[in-house]
């Protein structure tokens, strides 16, 4: 069984969207040497979209669920990753249609984003038009990732490309903030889990991606909904 860990690691001074507060992590107790009843605890200070998260209904519509909500059976399994390197920073449907989605439940989009990785926000970063988007959606798309910060561009009125997939039923998972440069085009299993976060508007998460002889890889079959 091959992991791709495909998750951003959560540091101070990692870069952050602008007018997000910054991820902190705070030693509110230490080991002291030669005295084992001492331990290491840590205080988290850091957005519900901060590096690799999941974007809850709930980000976009006060009565929409939390993230806590979050249909697991859609952040676990069968995954196509679409490498879209060399196309732009802006993703049209018709770089979409070109991709076979035909069964396709899971999307993960590779784009040229992955440049930006450790580098300070840049707000050309790869995003889906609302084109794009409806797309996605007319071919039974149930979760969608990226590697960028958003799948919105940047300072985008009236955030419609979430709307799309946000507030139209049926919901479509959103995984922004993913790390892609090892996963290589083509199918696995994606393991996906945000933090259980009550009434949360997204919540941070780890995602790998498996590549074995067993299990879902490969696998055409959809989740029921």
Same mark, same amino acid.
């Given at each position: 069984?091959?992991?791709?860990?495909?998750?951003?690691?959560?540091?101070?001074?990692?870069?952050?969207?602008?007018?997000?507060?910054?991820?902190?992590?705070?030693?509110? #107790?230490?080991?002291?040497?030669?005295?084992?009843? /001492?331990?290491? /605890?840590?205080?988290?200070?850091?957005? /519900?979209? /901060?590096?690799?998260?999941?974007?809850?209904?709930?980000?976009?519509?006060?009565?929409?669920?939390?993230?806590?909500? @979050?249909?697991?059976?859609?952040?676990?399994?069968?995954?196509?990753?679409?490498?879209?390197?060399?196309?732009?920073?802006?993703?049209?449907?018709?770089? @979409?249609? $070109?991709?076979?989605?035909?069964?396709? %439940?899971?999307?993960?989009?590779?784009?040229?984003?992955? $440049?930006?990785?450790?580098?300070?926000?840049?707000?050309?970063?790869?995003?889906?038009? %609302?084109?794009?988007?409806?797309?996605?959606?007319?071919?039974?798309?149930?979760?969608?990732?990226?590697?960028?910060?958003?799948?919105? #561009?940047?300072?985008?009125?009236?955030?419609?490309?979430?709307?799309? @997939?946000?507030?139209?039923?049926?919901?479509?998972?959103?995984? %922004?903030?993913?790390?892609?440069?090892? #996963? #290589?085009?083509?199918?696995?299993?994606?393991?996906?889990?945000?933090?259980?976060?009550?009434?949360?508007?997204?919540?941070?998460?780890?995602?790998?991606?498996?590549?074995?002889?067993?299990?879902?890889?490969?696998?055409?079959?959809?989740?029921?909904?």
């Amino acid at each position: 069984m091959h992991i791709i860990d495909i998750s951003l690691p959560l540091e101070t001074g990692m870069t952050v969207y602008p007018k997000n507060p910054p991820f902190r992590s705070d030693r509110v #107790a230490r080991i002291v040497p030669h005295d084992p009843d /001492t331990w290491n /605890t840590s205080r988290l200070e850091l957005c /519900t979209h /901060t590096g690799t998260h999941v974007d809850a209904p709930r980000h976009f519509d006060d009565d929409a669920p939390g993230a806590e909500n @979050l249909p697991l059976e859609l952040l676990c399994g069968p995954v196509r990753v679409a490498d879209l390197r060399g196309i732009g920073m802006r993703i049209e449907a018709a770089s @979409l249609e $070109s991709l076979d989605l035909q069964n396709v %439940e899971r999307l993960l989009l590779r784009t040229d984003s992955e $440049s930006l990785v450790d580098r300070p926000f840049d707000p050309d970063y790869a995003h889906v038009t %609302e084109e794009a988007a409806r797309l996605l959606r007319r071919r039974g798309v149930r979760l969608v990732g990226i590697d960028s910060p958003s799948i919105e #561009a940047f300072d985008s009125p009236g955030m419609p490309v979430h709307h799309v @997939l946000l507030k139209q039923q049926p919901s479509i998972v959103v995984v %922004e903030g993913l790390d892609l440069r090892n #996963a #290589a085009a083509g199918d696995y299993s994606l393991f996906c889990l945000p933090l259980k976060l009550v009434e949360g508007d997204g919540a941070p998460a780890r995602a790998v991606l498996v590549r074995s002889e067993s299990g879902w890889h490969g696998q055409a079959s959809r989740t029921s909904s």
